[in-house]
Structure formats: structure tokens, C-alpha cells
């Protein structure tokens, strides 16, 4: 799909900026309902993205409604069982629907999908700025190689990820810093295979106030990584050292020794900023609305992103085309597009105050201990995946005492 320096259009209906799986939800949803879409991304496809490549029940749905599931199972590596292990060692293995797939390949077969329903993709593309008239978005001024390009639109759609320029110059970025930030690596190693059967997350003082994972993703290939759940001074001042963090998870967690001693690295170790809880970023200006990272869509606690991006992405595009549909005005379409992310957030305030668990791993040893004798408990412990449990009540007097009484 990297379409090199073909003329971008002069104008569409709506111009999404970004192909990550925001973006190119929203510009799928809107393409498939007969809207000229215009797609463009700062790197050509397919591309590597930072990221842990786990895809949770939310991801699943989402990914049925945009009808790709099927094309993404095929290609991924499917999962039983999340391995919540705790400090001390102790360990529960948890039930859902899940899978892996490395970034480059989703959102390839996203952004693919958009494009097979009629949207136009453009990459690599920078965008400049938006373009306004009597304080309305009527578009946005991209950089397409050494030549600059304006193209008007209807509405302007961003899906910039957790990198805040975009958000900066289209005058939509409330904080500039990430909330977390993670690194990754891919790592080789045929003997894991069957050893390393499901997603390992970790948790562990010395990874405090984030955790470590270990995700399968087929063909002896193990995505490997930690992510910091908040950003705070480490001691001596200055921000935590990601790399440190990363060495010391293979030091205290058996499996990511054996898995990285015992392999061969695939490509590079990297790191990526993380923005969460629908915080950090303006949700639309008249004639532009935000979705996916860029307006904080993963979560806390869990650092799950790619189901809610999904999500926000049709959300926005549904939002235009039902204005579209039925003759609203702009005002009408931001409005509802802001009620429904705004439906959303006491969800996002629930794994936010569940972070705590991050900043204390003591609690995992209790709740996995606990887990390992109450099916009950272990039932709770899965609802977190599908989000029929609240994961904030753990920390409620409520839930200390179901811990201990369930």
C-alpha cells in the first residue's frame, strides 16, 4: 500500500491522518458508507510499531465489527490463557479470547481493508497543520517529500498515536507529556515453543510502577517487553531508565532469562510513549475530531490500546456519517461523538485506580493467592479481559473483603 509521491486529491469528505488501527477504523467505517475518504500516514506500510501485539476480547469484537476478524486470525497466533504471575511466583492462568499478531501485520490488514472499500491511502505523508476558515477545520497542509500539499475536507479525522505533534499543531493537545511509556523486543528462540503457551504478564518490585509480558506470536517468535503505567522522577531526578527496567525483568522472571539467553533478537529493542484514560487531549474542534491514542484511549493498569482505538476510530466515523446521514450540523456531530467518549470514560477511571496495583505488586501476591483458591476470585480476575468486572473494586473496602471471603 505505499502509494510513494502520488498526487494526493485536492479535497475529499474526510481526511484521516493516521493508519494505525484508529485511523484506519474510522476510515474503513467511512469508506464502506459510500464517503470519499483520503488516508495518510507519516510511514509507508507495512511498518513496525512498538507495542505488545496482544489482542484481548475487546480487540476481537471490535475487529468482528469491522469484518477482518477472520482475515487477522488467520494470520495470528492464537491464545487460551493470560498467565498473571505475581512477585513472589506465585501464578493463576486465566481464560478469554485471545490472540497475537504483530502490529505491522494488523494494522497492514486494517489499513488494507480501508483501502479495499474505497479509501484512498497516502503514505508516507506528514500533515503540516490544519487548514481553518472563521475558526472551522476546512482541511489540513501535508507534507508529501519536499513539497507541501493542501487539502480540503469536510471534517479532519486525527489518529496520530501517542506522539503529541500532530496534536500540537492542530491546537488539540492538553499535555504534552506521555502518561506511560513501554519497550519491546522480538526475540527468537524454537526450544520456548510450547513452554511459553500463553500471555505472561509479570509483576514484580523491581518493575514498579509498570510490569513485564511475554506474548507468543507464532514461528518461535516471543514479543517481550515492560511498560510503566505512570511517568514519575526516578530516584536522583530524571525519568526511569527503560532499558534498566527491561534487564532487570529478564533477571527476576525465569522464563524471559531463559527465552532471551537461550535466542536470537528480531530486529531492535524499542520504546514507545503511552497515552491514557481519554485524558491529555481535546476530543474535536469544529470541522476535526481525535480518536484512538492520540486522545488517550488505552488504558491504565493493563496498557491494553488496540481494542479501544479500534473502537474510538468507529465511534468518530460514525459520528460523521450519521450527521451525514441525517443533516446535522457540525456542532451536532462533535456532541456526539463526545457523548459517547465521554460514556466511556467511568470504565477508563476504573483501570486507572486499579494502577495501584502497578505502583504496589504486593497486591498481585495477594490476589493471585487468593485466585489460586477461589474460582470465584479466578471468575473476576477474567472479567477483567472481557470488562464485566470492575477492577477498581479490589480496591475498595468492598472488595478486600470478597477477596478474602469469595
Excluded at 475518504?37 to 480487540?59: Q, T, W
Excluded at 510503566?228 to 530516584?235: C, D, F, N, T, V
Excluded at 527503560?242 to 528480531?266: C, D, K, N
Excluded at 457523548?339 to 486507572?352: H, V
Aim: charged residues 20%.
Amino acid at each position: 500500500m505505499n502509494l510513494g509521491f502520488e498526487a494526493l486529491p485536492e479535497a475529499c469528505d474526510v481526511l484521516v491522518v493516521g493508519a494505525g488501527p484508529a485511523g484506519s477504523a474510522a476510515a474503513l467505517t467511512l469508506a464502506r458508507a459510500g464517503m470519499s475518504v483520503v488516508l495518510v500516514d507519516r510511514h509507508a506500510f507495512p511498518r513496525d510499531k512498538v507495542c505488545g501485539d496482544g489482542l484481548i476480547p475487546d480487540a476481537h469484537q471490535a475487529l468482528r465489527e469491522l469484518g477482518v476478524l477472520g482475515d487477522v486470525m488467520r494470520h495470528a497466533q492464537r491464545v487460551a490463557h493470560v498467565a498473571c504471575i505475581a512477585p513472589r511466583g506465585g501464578r493463576v492462568d486465566v481464560a478469554g479470547e485471545l490472540a497475537v499478531l504483530p502490529r505491522k501485520v494488523l494494522d497492514d490488514i486494517v489499513c488494507g481493508a480501508a483501502v479495499a472499500a474505497g479509501a484512498r491511502m497516502h503514505a508516507p505523508v506528514q500533515f503540516v497543520a490544519p487548514l481553518e476558515a472563521d475558526g472551522l477545520v476546512i482541511g489540513a497542509r501535508l507534507q508529501q517529500g519536499d513539497q507541501q500539499h493542501d487539502i480540503t475536507a469536510r471534517w479532519v479525522i486525527l489518529a496520530t498515536g501517542a506522539v503529541p505533534q500532530a496534536l500540537l499543531a492542530a491546537g488539540m493537545a492538553v499535555r504534552h507529556t506521555p502518561s506511560g511509556v513501554a519497550l519491546r523486543g522480538y526475540i527468537k528462540n524454537e526450544a520456548m515453543v510450547g513452554r511459553i503457551d500463553r500471555l505472561e504478564i509479570v509483576w514484580h518490585r523491581a518493575l514498579r510502577p509498570g510490569y513485564g509480558w511475554i506474548f507468543p506470536c507464532g514461528d518461535g517468535v516471543f514479543n517481550i517487553g515492560v511498560g510503566i503505567s505512570e511517568i514519575r522522577p526516578a530516584r536522583g531526578g530524571g525519568q526511569p531508565n527503560l532499558r534498566q527496567i527491561y534487564e532487570r525483568f529478564i533477571r527476576v522472571h525465569a522464563s524471559a532469562r531463559e527465552l532471551v539467553q537461550g535466542g536470537v533478537p528480531v530486529g531492535e529493542i524499542k520504546g514507545a510513549p503511552l497515552r491514557f484514560n481519554l485524558e491529555g487531549a481535546r476530543f474535536s474542534k469544529p470541522g476535526l475530531l481525535v480518536c484512538g491514542e492520540a486522545a488517550g484511549s488505552t488504558y491504565a493498569f493493563t496498557g491494553e490500546g488496540i481494542g479501544k482505538a479500534l473502537h474510538t476510530g468507529m465511534l468518530a466515523a460514525r459520528a460523521v456519517v450519521d450527521g451525514h446521514n441525517r443533516g446535522w450540523a457540525e456542532a451536532q456531530v462533535r456532541a456526539s461523538y463526545e457523548e459517547q467518549l465521554g460514556a466511556l470514560k467511568p470504565r477508563f477511571k476504573m483501570y486507572q485506580r486499579a494502577n495501584w496495583v502497578n505502583r504496589q505488586p504486593w497486591l498481585a501476591d495477594v490476589v493471585v493467592w487468593r485466585a489460586q483458591r477461589s474460582a470465584r476470585i479466578r471468575q473476576r480476575i477474567s472479567g477483567l479481559l472481557d470488562e464485566t468486572s470492575n477492577p477498581g473494586h479490589l480496591l475498595t473496602a468492598k472488595g478486600v473483603f470478597k477477596l478474602f471471603t469469595e
